[in-house]
């Protein structure tokens, strides 16, 4: 190697020496101790929402965090380059409401410009979507998820306490006019409360492209689980073979979450998310870090560590990323399971980001 080159490869920065030498060719700091490569990070941009979901916020709302303890947008994008840098090929910008965060437009085009990010994503409640699209699409948004727990209007308002609902729908429509294909569709299923709209929900899948995903309810802080709300996933796919006992089970990447079907000659299709009944711990590959700058490894799982005092104290790239991956590797091999996870302190889901 000629001096020069030599020179110039140890000032690499530390982060660039590190791949370099030892975590190619994916992060040792983002693979934990059963095998897992984390390539997928969901970023919580804000604890507030338009909305107050009744399975996600207490009824009595929660105490937010001051603004000055979250992250501000530069914190979010040097952790965003950090884990890019690291392998994460996909982030998620989530909340609260991700798009009552007022530079939200900025931090997707600048997330844009990171080498090696191949999907930006964002989960909203669809209030400021129709409106705010074209502008997103423009900045580099390329996957949509949208939370929808009902197609009748004065139901959707019970749930999420507020109106709305023709604002949601308006924002799914200019989703798929806008090219985005699958519109992905949440819905929290939930025994007494929105469970006999399944097949209605299945038939939107017949024309527009979409993937309505149906959610087991799960429980967090405040929002009063109870095990005979849940509706499981055997039971939800029951119910709707016996309207389309054609339903076929489609495949997915092994990293993917939802169970996938499609009524045969329908544009859109199905996918069941089972985190409580059938859990999906073995491929997870993903890390979360909250709005006030706490990386969580696992939903359900209650330890968490504060990447934004770590960034405050002045720490440089690689002590940083020590700190990430012993967290990383703490990661369990599962969560505890329903019964024990009702149980357990954990934050509300406002306040986690999803």
């Known amino acids: 190697m000629d001096p020069l080159h030599n020179a110039m490869s140890c000032c690499l920065y530390p982060q660039e020496r590190l791949r370099e030498e030892s975590i190619l060719p994916f992060s040792a700091f983002l693979t934990d101790n059963f095998g897992r490569r984390h390539s997928y990070l969901r970023m919580s941009l804000t604890e507030k929402c338009n909305l107050r979901c009744q399975y ?4 009595d709302g929660v105490k937010l965090t001051p603004r ?11 952790l965003a380059r950090l884990f890019v840098q690291e392998g994460v090929e996909k982030i998620r910008l989530t909340g609260g409401e991700p798009l009552i965060r007022p530079d939200v437009l900025d931090i997707i085009a600048e ?11 964002v989960t909203t409640n669809g209030m400021n979507l129709a409106r705010l699209l074209p502008k997103l ?24 306490r507020r109106k709305g609902f023709h604002k949601v729908i308006e924002g799914i429509d200019k989703a798929i006019e806008m090219g985005y294909n ?6 929290v299923v939930m025994r007494g409360l929105n469970e006999d709209e399944l097949l209605d929900f299945v038939a939107l899948t017949e024309k527009k492209p979409l993937e309505v995903r149906f959610i087991e309810y799960m429980p967090f802080d405040g929002n009063k689980w109870n095990f005979k709300k849940m509706v499981s996933y055997q039971e939800m796919l029951d119910h709707i073979r016996q309207q389309w006992p054609n339903l076929e089970k489609l495949q997915t990447g092994q990293t993917e979450t939802a169970k996938t079907f499609k009524v045969p000659g329908f544009k859109g299709q199905v996918g069941f998310i089972t985190s409580m ?3 999906f711990c073995g491929s997870c590959n993903r890390l979360r870090i909250t709005a006030d700058g706490n990386l969580k490894v696992c939903l359900f799982g209650n330890s968490e560590v504060s990447l934004r ?17 012993a967290a990383v590797g703490r990661k369990k091999k ?3 399971g329903m019964f024990s996870i009702s149980q357990m302190k954990n934050r509300p889901m406002i306040l986690i980001g999803g």
Do not use: W
């Open 334 to 336: 599962q969560h505890a």
């Open 68 to 78: 000055s303890q979250l992250l501000s947008t530069s914190e979010v994008l040097t």
């Open 277 to 279: 009944s059938d859990h």
């Open 182 to 187: 699958p519109v992905k569709v949440n819905c």
């Open 56 to 59: 996600c916020m207490p009824e």
């Open 137 to 160: 699409k423009d900045a580099g948004l390329n996957l949509i998820n949208i939370s929808l727990d009902s197609l009748v209007p004065a139901k959707f308002e019970f749930i999420v």
């Open 111 to 121: 997330l844009r410009k990171l080498e090696g990010l191949k999907t930006i994503a």
């Open 309 to 325: 005092d770590v960034l405050r104290s002045g720490a440089s790239n690689e002590e940083l990323l020590q700190i990430i991956g």
